[in-house]
Structures are given as structure tokens and as C-alpha cells.
């Protein structure tokens, strides 16, 4: 019978909430749980689900995974790895799971390891089949350097890797097993439990309805995907319909296999399954209307989910109106075709098989290249958009979509950099590469810069922001040297362009370098000499503000508190009229630690509050670290060690996530290092340890929000 609880969440981790009743696999759950249990006496440290398209694996995999979460006090990662295209990513996207907003140039392995040393973890590689060899090379890697650590992979391909343990998943049995109470088998109740979804229950006092819908999920094979795609289409055909068009349009096993099988195959598998998954799917797909085909199709495009909005930018045309597109969307959803986002409302996604039928078919079209076109077209608008209005009011919502559309952002400038027009290619890639900069993705940012740079593209615009992006990166990463270099690319650019604006953010890449090697001084005398021109609301007019942050930084650190302090109030105020947060939670940053030197406690407390408060919006690691350094300091001098230490825990946690301690900079380690001191002699080892460890064993959510709490 149909197992409907939900496994209550955990505080650590990232796996979805689940959707549907979870169906039968009690043996195969229960392997899978042992297998995974670290007090379990399990030797295997790798566990792989594989087995064709459809049959279950990610559902299954999830469910072990919540099972056995409190095993894992680090948490249980998902990494869905179906949106990645690319090889030699697969690394970049633990970390990325992982929330590690890494700062540095390190292997990103090294970086991996080095902050999951010690802890206990369970990591779920989703969807490898693509990506084998690069999955299993950050497995072994990661396996033999983080004893704590252990992997749950779905694929239809084992990973072949020493000590692997495989669980081959079959499809649901459609007779019940011998013993068993319930008369049917697993593949008939989930069908009879979408069936009921679809408004088409089955009586239980039936016997040909539930011989019809046994028949049913017997052609079927019993295969997940394939039962809760045919179920779906008892909303417009009864069960006898359904069956007798199963029986015309699935072929017998001796016909041949089409492209996607070999998609959906694994190396030695029989094909039939595989060509009962395909043809189902293909039935599913004739029995659409037209334009619901066509739309089908071209949704295949998108990478990592999509919104009816977007939808209607990139798939309309022909005869395909967009006023057509939101009725055809919830048709194909309604037919279980496309899926809601469990996480995201108005967001929807499709399984990879499903997609990959749609790919097929778009190529079969003639349109894939088209439509890819106008993909990549819409998010290069869609990233000059956010670069436009990244410095007003709309900075969250832009920083919530890069979020979101991080995946097709990727696919458009992979795409954009493939083509031979260099001048788009770093267009895109300049905006991208600010977006992506300011939102925590710096490595993906000086990835695609790199590339898009390397091609010498011609002067303009988009090669001077590209420049600027790529330094400022570079700045965040702690490579100063690096920083200097782009600092004269971007200066000469930005003269060659004639842009009063483009040569005063290029002010920022120069000053924020010598301020973060102290060369106070010097980053003064640099910054100051900057004009002060009208802000903009762009990206450069982010730049404007960043360059005016990075002079109040500097006379902070030098020890000048007064003129630190007026400079970010000049700063907090245009963030303020301009109705940005990521400049302006630095400047209540700045201002709350010249509070503190002059001795108003309570206005620093709540100055570094704001400030963790504006950098938590905006998802920024390294701003929410520095605050959480300076209230610490702040909470101490009123007396409250105890929550002090907690605060440097937490403080501590952020920072293993940026890999940068304290951004490397001299004098933000001897500022912190000063506070745990001063806590530790209030409240003595044994105590500070306590406090301490307890904020260290927070959540990046729970800690951000006791920072952020008044007691």
C-alpha cells in the first residue's frame, strides 16, 4: 500500500519536499537505508541506483535520503545534475549544493574538502548518465579525502568506481507477491492512485476495472514514468480507451529502437523496457493536440525549470501565438507532461526522459536551432535587463531570478560563446559575469569572462563591463595581483570608450585592490581622486557606489573613523534613493563599525543587524561573515559574552563557506581575532567553547536569523 508521510525536514540540507505518496519499494527502500545508515555496519561508502528512464530512481534515492537525514548532522545535499551540460562542472556544482560561496582560485575540490573535513554528510549525485566520467572522478576524489562523507548516485549506469554498491531498480511489480494481502501489485496502486488524480477512480469493487488497469500497467511494464503518463490521460479517455489504444500503438519487441533509446539505454540492457518507455512517451505525445506538440518541443530547450513569462518569450512563433501558451501549459500539465517546481510556485520543469523525447522531436522539426536562437537571445536580454535596474529597487527580485534561471543562464552563454560573433559573446558574458558576481556565483563569473575575453572582442560597452566584472571577481576571489592587471584593462578600455562613468568604476578595481593589501594610504589617494558623477542606475552605477565603499573601507582600517563614517553615510544614502541593498548594506557595515570605535554601542548593534539583514536578501556570504565579526565585537563590549561566542560560530561557519577567512585581509583577522579573545577571557575556555560551538552548529538560516533577533 502507498506509504503518504512526509519525512519531517531537517535543518541542514537541501532535498525538496515531496510531491506525491511514495508506492511500494519497501525492500528496496529498506536496502538502501541500511546501506546509507553510518551506525549500520554498511562497508559501502558509494551506493548507486541505476536503471532505465523512468523506472524511479531519483523518487527512490530521495526517500532513502530523508529517511536516514538524522544520521547526517552536516546534512543530506541533492546535486541535480541533469542541467549541466558541460563537462568538467560537476565539481562546481557540489559546491554550489553545497552553498559554499567560495571567494578563492583553489581547486575547487580542495575547497570542497577542506570544508567538509571533519563533518558527516551525505551527498546525492541526481542524474549522472551523461556525466560519468566526471562523476565519478569528484566521487573518488571526494571519497578519499572525506572520511565522513558518503554518496548516494541515480543513474542508468553504475559509476564503476572500487567498493560501489549497486542497487539495479526494476520496474513495479503489476501482480501482487506471493504473501502479500493486498491483491494487486505496486504498479496497479500507483496507477489506481493517479488514476484518481485524473478524476477517474477505480472502484474497489470492480474486478474488471482493476483487470483492465492491471492489463494496462502489464503493457506498461510496470515502469513509473510510463503508468503516471498514461494514468494522466483518463481525463479525457475512459480505461477501456486507454487500454485498447495502448494495445494499437505499442509496438512488439522485435521493432526497432528509435534515437532515444539509446539515450534511455544503458550498455548490455535488453531494449524492450526501454522501447516500452519510449513509445509510451511517444504515445502520450500523439495523442496531444498539435500545438500542444509543438509546444513540447520547444520547452526541451530550457535548462533547470522555466516560467510561464519566459515560456511565452522563447517558444511562441508561427502558429504558436503567445496568448495560446499559458491554456497549452497547463493542458501539458495537466498530462503530466510538464511538472510544478516543488519548490518554486509558478515554476515548472520536466523529467529528463520526457525532455529528451521533446529534443528529439525538435530536431526532427527542423526548428532546434531556431529556437535555441531565441533562447540565448532572451536571456542576453533578460541579463542587460538586470544590469540596467541592478543598481534601484528591483536589485532583490533580479538577485532572486539570477537564482533561479542560474542554469539557462549558463546554457545561453555557453551558447553565446559558441557562436562566432565575438561582440554578443562578451556582451552577454559582461552581464552575466555582473550578475553572477554580485549573486555568489564567482567562479562560473570568471569562467565565462575568461572565455569570452580570451577572444579579443572589439572595444565597446560590453567588453569594458566585461573587464570590470572580471576584476572585481577577482578582487572578491582574493587575487589582488590579478585584480591590478584587469584594473589597467578596464581603465584603458573605459578611455578608449569615451565613458566618464566606465573610467571611474574602473577607479573601484585599483583602490579596492590596494585597500584589501594595506595600501590604505595609497587606495585613498586613489578613490578620492575619482569625480562624484550623477549615479546611475546600471551596473556601472553600481561600480559609482563601489568606489566611494572601498574609500570608506580604507580610512576605516587606517584607523580614520570620522571621515570612514561620513564617506558611508554619503554611500547608505544614495543606496537608500536609489533602493539598492548590496552597497548599502556595506555602508551600514562601515558605519556601525566607526559607531563602535566611538563608543555608541547600541547604534552598532543595530547597524551590524541591518547590515546582516541587507546582505541575507541579497544571499551575500561575505558581507553577512564581516557583520557577524563586528556585532560580535559589539554584543561583547555590552557585556553578553555568551551570545558573543555564539555570534563568532555562526560567524565562522559563514566564513568556511566563502573559503576566505576574514577575505585574507590583515586587519579584518586581527580585528576578529582581538574579539574571540576578549570573549574567552570573560568567559573562560570551557564556556567560550560551549557558546561557540553551538553557533558553529547552526544552519546559514537559522544563524541569520538569530543574529538578526533583539533579546
Known amino acids: 500500500m502507498p506509504d503518504t508521510t512526509h519525512p519531517n525536514p531537517g535543518n541542514l540540507g537541501n532535498l525538496p519536499p515531496e510531491t506525491h505518496s511514495f508506492v511500494g519499494r519497501?525492500?528496496?527502500?529498506?536496502?538502501?537505508?541500511?546501506?546509507?545508515?553510518?551506525?549500520?555496519?554498511?562497508?559501502?561508502?558509494?551506493?548507486?541506483?541505476?536503471?532505465?528512464?523512468?523506472?524511479?530512481?531519483?523518487?527512490?534515492?530521495?526517500?532513502?535520503?530523508?529517511e536516514v537525514r538524522d544520521a547526517y548532522p552536516d546534512g543530506v545535499w541533492l546535486t541535480e545534475l541533469s542541467p549541466l551540460h558541460t563537462p568538467g562542472l560537476v565539481d562546481l556544482a557540489v559546491m554550489e549544493t553545497l552553498r559554499l560561496a567560495d571567494q578563492s582560485t583553489r581547486p575547487v575540490l580542495d575547497v570542497i574538502i577542506e570544508w567538509a573535513h571533519g563533518k558527516r554528510l551525505l551527498l546525492v549525485l541526481d542524474s549522472c548518465e551523461h556525466l560519468l566520467a566526471d562523476c565519478a572522478k569528484v566521487a573518488a576524489a571526494l571519497l578519499s579525502r572525506v572520511p565522513g562523507l558518503r554518496i548516494l548516485v541515480t543513474s542508468r549506469e553504475r559509476l564503476a568506481l572500487p567498493g560501489e554498491e549497486v542497487l539495479a531498480l526494476e520496474p513495479l511489480p503489476v501482480d501482487g507477491r506471493t504473501g502479500d494481502s493486498a491483491p494487486v501489485g505496486d504498479a496497479v496502486t500507483l496507477f489506481a492512485e493517479r488514476a484518481a488524480a485524473a478524476g477517474r477512480p477505480l472502484a474497489d469493487d470492480d474486478p474488471a476495472a482493476r483487470a483492465t488497469a492491471a492489463a494496462v500497467c502489464r503493457r506498461l511494464d510496470g515502469i513509473p514514468l510510463a503508468l503516471e503518463l498514461a494514468a494522466a490521460r483518463l481525463a479525457d479517455l475512459t480505461l477501456d480507451q486507454l487500454h485498447a489504444?495502448?494495445?494499437?500503438?505499442?509496438?512488439?519487441?522485435?521493432?526497432?529502437?528509435?534515437?532515444?533509446?539509446?539515450?534511455?539505454?544503458?550498455?548490455?540492457?535488453?531494449?524492450?523496457?526501454?522501447?516500452?518507455?519510449?513509445?509510451?512517451?511517444?504515445?502520450?505525445?500523439?495523442?496531444?493536440a498539435p500545438l500542444e506538440r509543438l509546444l513540447w518541443a520547444r520547452l526541451s530547450v530550457f535548462t533547470g525549470g522555466f516560467c510561464e513569462e519566459t515560456v511565452q518569450q522563447v517558444c511562441a512563433g508561427g502558429p504558436l501565438a503567445p496568448e495560446r501558451i499559458p491554456g497549452l501549459l497547463a493542458r501539458l500539465v495537466a498530462?503530466?507532461?510538464?511538472?510544478?517546481?516543488?519548490?518554486?510556485?509558478?515554476?515548472?520543469?520536466?523529467l529528463d526522459t520526457v525532455r529528451?523525447?521533446?529534443?528529439?522531436?525538435?530536431?526532427?522539426?527542423?526548428?532546434?536551432?531556431a529556437v535555441r536562437r531565441r533562447h540565448r537571445e532572451h536571456y542576453a536580454r533578460l541579463a542587460h535587463q538586470g544590469c540596467a535596474e541592478w543598481n534601484t529597487g528591483r536589485q532583490v527580485a533580479w538577485c532572486e531570478r539570477v537564482l533561479s534561471e542560474h542554469a539557462n543562464f549558463r546554457a545561453a552563454v555557453e551558447s553565446a560563446l559558441a557562436e562566432p560573433d565575438r561582440e554578443a559573446a562578451v556582451e552577454m558574458a559582461g552581464h552575466v559575469g555582473f550578475l553572477w558576481r554580485h549573486c555568489g556565483y564567482l567562479r562560473e563569473a570568471a569562467h565565462c569572462l575568461d572565455q569570452a575575453l580570451a577572444a579579443d572582442p572589439p572595444p565597446g560597452h560590453g567588453r569594458t563591463l566585461a573587464l570590470w566584472s572580471r576584476g572585481a571577481v577577482a578582487i572578491l576571489q582574493g587575487d589582488q595581483e590579478a585584480a591590478a592587471n584587469w584594473a589597467v584593462r578596464c581603465a584603458d578600455a573605459a578611455r578608449d570608450q569615451g565613458s566618464p562613468v566606465a573610467a571611474v568604476a574602473a577607479v573601484y578595481l585599483r583602490g579596492g585592490q590596494l585597500a584589501l593589501t594595506s595600501r590604505q594610504a595609497e587606495a585613498i589617494?586613489?578613490?578620492?581622486?575619482?569625480?562624484?558623477?550623477?549615479?546611475?542606475?546600471?551596473a556601472f552605477g553600481a561600480a559609482q557606489l563601489q568606489v566611494r565603499l572601498a574609500l570608506s573601507l580604507a580610512h576605516v582600517l587606517l584607523g580614520e573613523y570620522e571621515r570612514g563614517r561620513e564617506v558611508a553615510d554619503e554611500v547608505r544614502t544614495a543606496s537608500r534613493k536609489q533602493g539598492e541593498y548590496w552597497c548599502g548594506a556595506f555602508a551600514d557595515y562601515l558605519i556601525a563599525q566607526a559607531d563602535?570605535?566611538?563608543?555608541?554601542?547600541?547604534?552598532?548593534?543595530?547597524?551590524?543587524?541591518?547590515?546582516?539583514?541587507?546582505?541575507?536578501?541579497?544571499?551575500?556570504?561575505?558581507?553577512?561573515?564581516?557583520?557577524?565579526?563586528?556585532l560580535a565585537a559589539a554584543i561583547v563590549t555590552t557585556g553578553d559574552a555568551h551570545r558573543a561566542a555564539r555570534l563568532l560560530g555562526i560567524g565562522t561557519r559563514l566564513w568556511e563557506?566563502?573559503?576566505?577567512?576574514?577575505?585574507?585581509?590583515?586587519?579584518?583577522?586581527?580585528?576578529?581575532?582581538?574579539?574571540?579573545?576578549?570573549?574567552?577571557?570573560?568567559?573562560?575556555?570551557?564556556?567560550?567553547?560551549?557558546?561557540?560551538?553551538?553557533?558553529?552548529?547552526?544552519?546559514?538560516?537559522?544563524?541569520?536569523?538569530?543574529?538578526t533577533s533583539v533579546q
Open 26 to 66: 519497501r525492500a528496496e527502500l529498506a536496502r538502501l537505508q541500511a546501506a546509507l545508515d553510518p551506525e549500520g555496519g554498511s562497508a559501502a561508502r558509494l551506493v548507486s541506483v541505476v536503471g532505465v528512464g523512468g523506472v524511479g530512481k531519483t523518487r527512490l534515492a530521495l526517500r532513502a535520503a530523508a
Open 245 to 288: 489504444r495502448l494495445g494499437e500503438r505499442l509496438p512488439s519487441p522485435s521493432e526497432l529502437p528509435s534515437p532515444l533509446d539509446l539515450l534511455t539505454s544503458a550498455p548490455g540492457e535488453r531494449p524492450p523496457r526501454h522501447q516500452t518507455l519510449r513509445t509510451a512517451i511517444g504515445w502520450s505525445h500523439e495523442l496531444c
Open 335 to 350: 498530462q503530466s507532461i510538464v511538472l510544478p517546481d516543488p519548490v518554486i510556485s509558478a515554476r515548472y520543469r520536466m
Open 356 to 369: 529528451e523525447y521533446g529534443t528529439d522531436w525538435l530536431y526532427a522539426l527542423g526548428e532546434e536551432r
Open 525 to 538: 589617494a586613489v578613490l578620492a581622486a575619482a569625480p562624484q558623477l550623477p549615479i546611475q542606475d546600471d
Open 596 to 630: 563602535l570605535a566611538h563608543g555608541d554601542t547600541p547604534a552598532a548593534v543595530n547597524g551590524a543587524r541591518t547590515s546582516i539583514a541587507g546582505h541575507a536578501l541579497l544571499h551575500n556570504t561575505v558581507g553577512a561573515a564581516m557583520s557577524l565579526d563586528l
Open 657 to 707: 563557506l566563502t573559503g576566505r577567512a576574514q577575505m585574507d585581509s590583515p586587519d579584518l583577522i586581527a580585528t576578529r581575532r582581538t574579539c574571540e579573545l576578549r570573549v574567552r577571557e570573560r568567559l573562560g575556555d570551557t564556556a567560550y567553547a560551549s557558546g561557540y560551538g553551538a553557533g558553529l552548529a547552526m544552519s546559514y538560516d537559522e544563524g541569520i536569523a538569530y543574529a
